[in-house]
């Protein structure tokens, strides 16, 4: 048995009521993280990681709204609520206020870093003034003491003359660094876990790379627990431990990151890895995801991935899969929502191939990639 989980999340729902629909945008997911590990959560554009990781401190801006599900963090309860008969939604007791969560969880328990450093820096102030208010409205030190912290976790970010460039304005900053003054931001308060939304994907490669490996460094130094947003699955083998990949609202597959890699359970996420650069391939050789993920407006019915799978047959357009346990890994289960594994009785063996779209593009595609490996591309 593992320990308890610093984050569960069970059965999270989350949508937005707009003019065309329900979007569920989260729809039913589950899954945690325990102390000082990194858990990635990646997929397509849309496929619901923001909405979810803002979900966690009920961040979700207007007109989304956490419908169901429960949150609980360190024991307490961040959210806890359930749908009842008529579509409503009732909180239970004992649930913190959303005034408790933005006070006593957000910065010193769980911190948020972003995309954009922008949006969290203000232009008109200097890195360093910005970073010594944090750390004194966050921290119990003033003045001197405040900026020499403020300096040193500069230093520990990786930002060179630390002192010297405390006194410049965020414009002054290079995008790297920038995101790096974040990830001294997030890590001033000593929070347990921060939340990573795309942190490197504006970045070029090389500079994304420093980062990782900086946030590698500094996870096993804190013994701080991620969650790693990304629709990148070279970043997860870089540093996750545990991945969970989201296909329309829902996890389709979790596990440690070596499985998920090796011993792949869902055909969403191997169609996710053929697309990715590797090394041992040439540009010629990637396969893309077949069509473009629908909307969370109108999802479709059973698999919600079946459109677009190789491997659909008709049961997947009927049944819809919840994540099952396939295997275990060092006490961590390793969950896929697709019916090919034995776990599932729905009889995918006997029921017809669905000789859909995704299907004859996957043939043609397949065909095209060998005629240019087989023409002898070089680069
Ligand atoms: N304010 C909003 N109003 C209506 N729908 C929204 C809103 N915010 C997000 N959505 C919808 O919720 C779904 C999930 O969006 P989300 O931003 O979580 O995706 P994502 O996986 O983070 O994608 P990306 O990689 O592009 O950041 C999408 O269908 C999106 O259109
Ligand atoms: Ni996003």
Redesign the pocket.
Same mark, same amino acid.
Request: net charge negative; charged share 20%; aromatic share 4%.
């Given at each position: 048995m593992r320990d308890k989980p610093l984050l569960r999340v069970e059965n999270l729902k989350t949508q937005?009521v707009?003019e065309n629909g329900t979007?569920r $945008? &989260?729809d039913g997911i589950s899954f945690e993280v325990y102390e000082g590990e990194i858990v990635g959560i990646v %997929?397509? @554009?849309? $496929?619901?990681? @923001? &909405? $979810?990781s803002m979900s966690l401190l009920r961040l979700v #801006?207007n007109? %989304?709204e956490i419908v169901a599900g429960e949150i609980t963090y360190k024991g307490r309860t961040i959210f806890a609520a359930e749908e009842t008969e008529d579509g409503d939604r009732r909180l239970q007791d004992g649930v913190l206020s959303a005034e408790t969560v933005r006070q006593e969880i957000r910065g010193n328990e769980i911190a948020v870093i972003f995309q954009d450093p922008m949006e969290s820096l203000n232009p008109v102030f200097t890195i360093g003034g910005q970073l010594r208010e944090f750390i004194e409205l966050n921290r119990d030190l003033t003045g001197d003491e405040a900026r020499k912290e403020a300096i040193d976790m500069l230093r520990e970010v990786g930002i060179p003359d630390a002192e010297a460039r405390y006194d410049e304005y965020p414009h002054q900053f290079s995008g790297g660094m920038r995101q790096r003054v974040l990830i001294a931001m997030a890590l001033a308060c000593q929070p347990s876990l921060i939340i990573a #939304? +795309?942190p490197t994907t504006a970045l070029d490669v090389t500079v994304e790379g420093q980062i990782l490996d900086l946030v590698d460094e500094l996870q096993r130094k804190y013994g701080t627990s991620f969650i790693w &947003?990304t629709?990148d699955m070279g970043v997860v083998a870089e540093i996750c431990d545990r991945v969970n990949v989201?296909y329309l609202?829902e996890i389709v597959e979790q596990a440690p990151v070596d499985e998920l890699f090796y011993e792949t359970g869902h055909p969403y996420t191997k169609a996710l890895l053929d697309s990715m650069p590797r090394p041992d391939r040439t540009v010629t050789d990637l396969d893309p995801i077949r069509g473009v993920m629908p +909307? $969370?407006?109108d999802p479709p019915p059973g698999c919600r991935f079946h459109p677009r799978c190789p491997d659909a047959r008709e049961v997947c357009r009927q049944v819809h899969p919840e994540p099952a346990e396939i295997d275990r890994v060092d006490g961590f289960s390793h969950r896929s929502a697709c019916f090919k594994r034995d776990v599932f009785d729905v009889g995918y063996d006997e029921s017809p191939p669905l000789d859909n779209l995704a299907r004859g593009e996957s043939e043609r595609g397949q065909e095209a990639s060998e005629v240019a490996s087989g023409g002898g591309a070089s680069e």
């Open positions: 937005f707009t979007v $945008a &989260v %997929g397509e @554009s849309g $496929a619901g990681k @923001s &909405v $979810a #801006d007109p %989304g #939304d +795309e &947003v629709h989201m609202g +909307e $969370a407006i």
